[in-house]
């Protein structure tokens, strides 16, 4: 008895190894699409984790106004000096009148 063979033996085999290359080719592609989603749904874990055991940010207190200036404001004696300053450093008093007006003001 002699055998028969089958018609387009190479082709057929060339076929099949199409199919099973490409099927394993969306396998390995779905595979790698599934273990990427799992790394960053991981990373994100990590990162939430790490921000809830982190300290909250510091809020800082805008600086309060200085006590001596609000003490110093309410002296007559130091306004009456300051005034005397801005208008000596305008150029309104020479250097004797500044001199003369502070010595007065300072009861010297």
Do not use: C, N
Request: no cysteine.
């Amino acid at each position: 008895m002699m055998m028969r063979r089958r018609r387009g033996g190479i082709v057929r085999a060339a076929a099949t190894t199409a199919v099973v290359v490409g099927t394993a080719g969306a396998v390995s592609h779905h595979q790698q699409q599934k273990y990427q989603s799992q790394a960053e749904a991981q990373a994100y874990e990590q990162q939430e984790a790490a921000a809830a055991a982190a300290p909250p940010p510091q809020e800082y207190a805008p600086a309060a106004a200085a006590p001596p200036a609000a003490a110093a404001a309410e002296d007559p004696t130091v306004a009456q000096l300051e005034k005397l300053a801005q208008l000596h450093s305008a150029g309104i008093l020479t250097d004797e009148e500044f001199a003369s007006a502070k010595a007065k003001a300072l009861g010297i």
